[in-house]
């Protein structure tokens, strides 16, 4: 197929900035202006600008959603690509190829002018195409021959259209290319039909992961706090009810819209999907600034965590000592009981921090053997000992570079580990084990234990000197028993994150709170998964196997709901069943057995009972 624009009339106008109009459609002259006053140069041969591998496989990670929900069509047609000898590729906003696919001949022709995936293929880039000229205008379009500005792709025909999520944003750009010779009208109506079925598709996944978003902050807007939902776009999808009338038509509103409406976000936590690795949205913790106005302000910095908060000073005293230190560079130490949550006050500090967009490792260091310990936290070269790795191996100090590392149970390293910890801190630098060569390291470090790390020092187990180093900035994280008033905010934490929809009587509830966990939040954690694999499908009808559940796993005594005085004989009955039902683990069949009772009546009495 000729092009429409014949060479000539490029050359003119490279050459002299003249053009006839009437030869050339409105769009490509517009986009030949364009590249002219960017300077784009019009003889480039091949494309430039390309990432890394470690960039592109960022980038396509930045762009996951619209992989999943377009690569599948690709796919179908790529028999069709084959065929008709034409190449498909998949584009991000920024004009990254993400993905290009087709005839195996026409793939070799495009990586001679560098058209493979990677490459960012824009106008700013390559001059006037198809890709870049459709990101620019939001608008469908096809570019042949000597229509396009650099010489580079002359010999190409290209199809582009644009994909929009349902709130009109740009996602990207689905293009289809050829030989010029083998191009065909039909191309523009083809990636316009691929690029309207890959929205359908976007938009269903959307929908999808909305539900999926309200559903885990289900608890969190029907609670008295004042909250905003946000999906991982930063679009508002819900608010809570007293907010409602703060913010009329919230949904889709773009979360930086807020500052018209006057809030000021008191903390940040994420919002994880069912596979706990995959944020999926934002919930915003708001707080009014006047209680008696409508003005609210919005801060610029809110707070990230990705636990869950509650209402107790005393755990709200460690968030205000995270916030203060977490945009610092001070190392941290992290003091209390095993099961408090340690490390997730560690990731906040991290996540709140310049070094966010680092990498955040951790480390327990009383889970690895003293002599091991070594090369876990600096690496080694290869041979450096019987069994490494051919090609060594990072240590932990290494991959946390422009990061943070969080060294949980600190108290725990050997007095030789303590002194090249300490070099370590003091020249910011490491050698791995069996090597020669230094590592400039910048990397924060946040240390946590369980012991009384100053005690150690007292009982010369803990050198001083390295004690001062650590012990910059201590943070107290309360053990369960002095945040109880917490315990329903992290049950329901626990049911959303584990998608179990129960709801905890609140009689249950107050038992839990009674309990003094010495275990703390990892104790409460293990006594839920265990209640969820009991009883996974738990309802109102059968609500009474909690007291059993809490007689042989919480270690309490059943809840007393009786609407009458029992007498004595009923009373000895309710304890000879109690410990029938302790004996048998539960087991109704066999403590009726074991008390001589049919069975139909110990569920009577169980029921009169409460048990």
């Given at each position: 197929?000729?092009?429409?624009?014949?060479?000539?009339?490029?050359?003119?106008?490279?050459?002299?900035?003249?053009?006839?109009?009437?030869?050339?459609?409105?769009?490509?002259?517009?986009?030949?202006?364009?590249?002219?006053?960017?300077?784009?140069?019009?003889?480039?041969?091949?494309?430039?600008?390309?990432?890394?591998?470690?960039?592109?496989?960022?980038?396509?990670?930045?762009?996951?959603?619209?992989?999943?929900?377009?690569?599948?069509?690709?796919?179908?047609?790529?028999?069709?690509?084959?065929?008709?000898?034409?190449?498909?590729?998949?584009?991000?906003?920024?004009?990254?190829?993400?993905?290009?696919?087709?005839?195996?001949?026409?793939?070799?022709?495009?990586?001679?002018?560098?058209?493979?995936?990677?490459?960012?293929?824009?106008?700013?880039?390559?001059?006037?195409?198809?890709?870049?000229?459709?990101?620019?205008?939001?608008?469908?379009?096809?570019?042949?021959?000597?229509?396009?500005?650099?010489?580079?792709?002359?010999?190409?025909?290209?199809?582009?259209?644009?994909?929009?999520?349902?709130?009109?944003?740009?996602?990207?750009?689905?293009?289809?290319?050829?030989?010029?010779?083998?191009?065909?009208?039909?191309?523009?109506?083809?990636?316009?039909?691929?690029?309207?079925?890959?929205?359908?598709?976007?938009?269903?996944?959307?929908?999808?992961?909305?539900?999926?978003?309200?559903?885990?902050?289900?608890?969190?807007?029907?609670?008295?706090?004042?909250?905003?939902?946000?999906?991982?776009?930063?679009?508002?999808?819900?608010?809570?009810?007293d907010l409602r009338q703060h913010i009329p038509n919230?949904?889709?509103?773009?979360?930086?819209?807020?500052?018209?409406?006057?809030?000021?976000?008191?903390?940040?936590?994420?919002?994880?999907?069912?596979?706990?690795?995959?944020?999926?949205?934002?919930?915003?913790?708001?707080?009014?600034?006047?209680?008696?106005?409508?003005?609210?302000?919005?801060?610029?910095?809110?707070?990230?965590?990705?636990?869950?908060?509650?209402?107790?000073?005393?755990?709200?005293?460690?968030?205000?000592?995270?916030?203060?230190?977490?945009?610092?560079?001070?190392?941290?130490?992290?003091?209390?009981?095993?099961?408090?949550?340690?490390?997730?006050?560690?990731?906040?500090?991290?996540?709140?921090?310049?070094?966010?967009?680092?990498?955040?490792?951790?480390?327990?260091?009383?889970?690895?053997?003293?002599?091991?310990?070594?090369?876990?936290?600096?690496?080694?070269?290869?041979?450096?000992?019987?069994?490494?790795?051919?090609?060594?191996?990072?240590?932990?100090?290494?991959?946390?570079?422009?990061?943070?590392?969080?060294?949980?149970?600190?108290?725990?390293?050997?007095?030789?580990?303590?002194?090249?910890?300490?070099?370590?801190?003091?020249?910011?630098?490491?050698?791995?084990?069996g090597g020669t060569k230094e590592i400039e390291l910048?990397?924060?470090?946040?240390?946590?234990?369980?012991?009384?790390?100053?005690?150690?020092?007292?009982?010369?187990?803990?050198?001083?000197?390295?004690?001062?180093?650590?012990?910059?900035?201590?943070?107290?994280?309360?053990?369960?028993?002095?945040?109880?008033?917490?315990?329903?905010?992290?049950?329901?934490?626990?049911?959303?994150?584990?998608?179990?929809?129960?709801?905890?009587?609140?009689?249950?509830?107050?038992?839990?709170?009674?309990?003094?966990?010495?275990?703390?939040?990892?104790?409460?954690?293990?006594?839920?998964?265990?209640?969820?694999?009991?009883?996974?499908?738990?309802?109102?009808?059968?609500?009474?196997?909690?007291?059993?559940?809490?007689?042989?796993?919480?270690?309490?005594?059943?809840?007393?709901?009786?609407?009458?005085?029992?007498?004595?004989?009923?009373?000895?009955?309710?304890?000879?069943?109690?410990?029938?039902?302790?004996?048998?683990?539960?087991?109704?069949?066999?403590?009726?057995?074991?008390?001589?009772?049919?069975?139909?009546?110990?569920?009577?009495?169980?029921?009169?009972?409460?048990?």
């Amino acid at each position: 197929m000729q092009s429409v624009c014949y060479l000539s009339t490029w050359k003119r106008f490279v050459n002299e900035g003249v053009l006839d109009p009437s030869r050339i459609s409105k769009r490509i002259i517009e986009s030949w202006h364009r590249c002219k006053s960017q300077q784009v140069n019009p003889y480039l041969k091949k494309g430039e600008h390309f990432l890394t591998s470690d960039l592109f496989k960022q980038q396509k990670e930045k762009n996951s959603l619209l992989l999943q929900a377009v690569l599948p069509t690709l796919k179908r047609i790529d028999k069709m690509m084959i065929e008709l000898e034409a190449i498909v590729l998949l584009i991000d906003p920024s004009g990254y190829v993400l993905s290009i696919t087709g005839n195996k001949k026409v793939l070799h022709e495009a990586r001679k002018i560098n058209f493979v995936e990677g490459v960012r293929w824009t106008e700013e880039e390559v001059g006037t195409n198809a890709i870049g000229t459709a990101l620019q205008t939001s608008e469908a379009i096809m570019v042949s021959g000597s229509e396009h500005y650099s010489i580079a792709s002359h010999n190409w025909s290209c199809a582009a259209a644009p994909i929009h999520s349902c709130e009109g944003e740009l996602l990207g750009v689905i293009d289809v290319s050829c030989p010029v010779d083998r191009a065909h009208p039909f191309m523009l109506g083809m990636v316009a039909s691929l690029a309207q079925e890959a929205e359908k598709e976007l938009n269903v996944q959307a929908h999808k992961k909305e539900i999926e978003l309200i559903n885990r902050c289900t608890h969190l807007l029907e609670s008295s706090q004042s909250v905003v939902v946000c999906n991982e776009r930063e679009k508002v999808v819900a608010v809570s009810e007293d907010l409602r009338q703060h913010i009329p038509n919230y949904k889709g509103m773009d979360r930086k819209e807020l500052l018209k409406y006057g809030m000021k976000v008191e903390m940040e936590s994420s919002i994880l999907a069912s596979d706990q690795t995959t944020c999926i949205g934002t919930c915003l913790h708001i707080k009014k600034v006047d209680e008696l106005s409508s003005s609210w302000t919005l801060t610029s910095k809110p707070f990230y965590f990705e636990g869950t908060i509650g209402t107790s000073s005393s755990f709200q005293r460690t968030l205000d000592d995270v916030k203060r230190v977490a945009p610092t560079e001070a190392s941290v130490y992290i003091s209390g009981e095993t099961g408090t949550g340690k490390e997730i006050i560690a990731r906040a500090i991290h996540f709140n921090s310049k070094r966010k967009n680092g990498p955040f490792i951790a480390l327990n260091c009383g889970a690895l053997p003293a002599e091991l310990i070594e090369s876990e936290l600096f690496g080694y070269v290869e041979g450096a000992f019987t069994g490494a790795k051919r090609q060594g191996h990072k240590g932990k100090f290494e991959q946390a570079n422009n990061g943070t590392i969080f060294l949980d149970e600190i108290g725990e390293i050997s007095p030789a580990m303590q002194v090249k910890l300490l070099r370590v801190l003091q020249e910011r630098r490491i050698t791995p084990v069996g090597g020669t060569k230094e590592i400039e390291l910048d990397v924060r470090i946040i240390t946590a234990t369980h012991w009384n790390l100053s005690q150690l020092v007292e009982e010369g187990k803990f050198r001083k000197d390295l004690y001062y180093r650590l012990h910059v900035y201590p943070i107290y994280v309360p053990p369960l028993r002095e945040r109880k008033e917490d315990i329903p905010y992290l049950v329901h934490y626990y049911c959303k994150q584990n998608d179990w929809n129960v709801q905890m009587p609140e009689e249950y509830i107050e038992r839990l709170k009674q309990y003094d966990w010495p275990g703390n939040i990892r104790e409460l954690f293990n006594v839920l998964e265990r209640l969820r694999i009991s009883f996974p499908y738990l309802g109102a009808e059968n609500y009474h196997v909690l007291d059993k559940f809490f007689v042989t796993d919480v270690h309490c005594f059943p809840i007393q709901k009786e609407t009458h005085k029992l007498n004595a004989r009923e009373n000895i009955q309710k304890d000879l069943m109690i410990e029938a039902l302790q004996k048998t683990q539960g087991n109704v069949s066999q403590a009726a057995k074991l008390l001589n009772m049919p069975r139909s009546t110990f569920y009577r009495r169980m029921q009169k009972y409460h048990l």
